[in-house]
């Protein structure tokens, strides 16, 4: 299998020159559990720090963080790729591209400036026509509102009622939300500050609905795809106060998995039978450090485990899907093999992980009974990984 690489350069303080390529044994297989092998630096281009396939052309895109920009990328031969078109402007510090099901469309986030980005794009893939949706506002600012507004979920009120009625024995239990946790470090942020917004994540989901994680407002936003007229607000979910909702997974039961990066724990949300979204299930991954940061969640093709990576520890964290697909049981808390686990995928029975801070790629096998991941198998230098994208 093939897998190409986005990471950081010196402009954004790494290693990297640009996209790379692993070929992770037979380059033309569809597992990525033979050894791993970095073949070249495929596109030198500036910190690519997130990519993502088209669904139907053989096109990639790029958010090139230091830029502001995506870039799109069109394959002109097994191990190679070139420009499409020109860098579209989206915000400052773009962190991630989800494109639409249909490839019509994608939506870029941005870090720095908290914008939420809808691009067309045409025939070829390529994107155009950026719309800057609408401007997410603090549910805990001083301006809220006093009574939330309808489909809002004030889980840190839940938490209250939810440790009283099961009363003093059995209170510890329930995830503390309202229980703040640290602010997340910025150079613009003090005491006295207003939050800032950022955006870090979209994903489309089945029906047409597009959900979103602002990291610095603690929200989960619902969108409908307005076509020429951007993203159009349907709903938003306020997770507790400073726990930084950072990605996101679909599970095919009809459930949201938020991994929060501060408290690190992963929320399920769904809709009811108005369609309105609300939390059914908070689960903190156990073992975690209190500096700690999550990164990504990843899942099984079977659907049954997740994975969450934790950085600081450099841990996996690894859930056992339960219930209705509204629970998560944590089942263990994993070594990743590399320093600062930015970002992992799985291919089939493998794990694949990029340690950012140790500028490498490692594979691990799966038990196949409980899915919890083994020793390193595999390991290749790669410079400062930020984001692995199968391609075969």
């Known amino acids: 299998m093939r897998l190409l690489l986005g990471g950081y350069t010196a402009d954004m303080g790494g290693a990297a020159t640009g996209i790379g390529l692993i070929h992770a044994g037979d380059p033309d297989g569809a597992t990525a559990d033979g050894q791993l092998a970095l073949r070249t630096e495929v596109l030198p281009v500036s910190s690519p720090s997130w990519l993502a396939r088209h669904p139907r052309l053989d096109v990639v895109y790029a958010a090139l963080e230091f830029r502001g920009e995506v870039q799109a990328y069109r394959r002109t031969g097994p191990d190679s790729w070139t420009p499409l078109g020109r ?23 941005c870090w720095s400036d908290g914008r939420l980005v809808r691009m067309t794009l045409d025939a070829a893939g390529a994107p155009s026509t950026p719309i800057v949706a609408p401007a997410a506002a603090d549910p805990y600012g001083p301006d809220a509102p006093a009574e939330r507004a309808e ?22 239990l329930i995830p503390g939300s309202d229980r703040p946790a640290p602010a997340h470090p910025g150079p613009d942020e003090d005491a006295g500050a207003a939050r800032p917004s950022r955006s870090h994540q979209a994903r489309h989901l089945p029906g047409g609905l597009i959900a979103t994680t602002d990291m610095g407002l603690d929200l989960v936003r619902f969108w409908r795809d307005g076509g020429a007229r951007g993203l159009r607000p349907v709903q938003q979910v306020a997770l507790p106060l400073g726990s930084g909702p950072r990605h996101t997974l679909w599970h095919p039961s ?16 769904s809709a009811d039978r108005e369609g309105v979204w609300r939390m059914r299930s908070a ?46 049981e944590q089942l263990a808390l994993v070594d990743a093999g590399v320093s600062w686990p930015r970002h992992h995928v799985v291919v089939r029975d493998t794990l694949l992980v990029a340690g950012q801070h140790s500028d490498d790629l490692v594979s ?19 410079p400062s990984p930020t984001c692995v994208l199968p391609v075969a």
């Open 364 to 382: 691990m096998s799966r038990d196949p009974r409980t899915g919890v991941p083994g020793r390193v198998r595999h390991r290749v230098g790669v």
């Open 151 to 172: 489909g809002d979920v004030d889980l840190a009120a839940a938490a209250r009622a939810l440790r009283e009625a099961a009363g003093p024995e059995f209170a510890h």
């Open 254 to 269: 009809g459930h949201l998995y938020v991994l929060t990066e501060l408290s690190r724990e992963v929320f399920v949300l």
């Open 283 to 328: 689960t903190g991954l156990l073992g975690s450090l209190d500096d700690d940061t999550a990164a990504e969640i990843a899942m099984t093709p079977d659907g049954e485990t997740v994975y969450a990576g934790v950085r600081g520890s450099n841990t996996l964290g690894v859930l056992r899907v339960s219930g209705a697909g509204d629970r998560l």
């Open 87 to 109: 860098a579209v402007p989206a915000g400052e510090a773009v962190c991630h591209i989800a494109v639409a099901p249909d490839g019509g469309s994608l939506v870029a986030s």
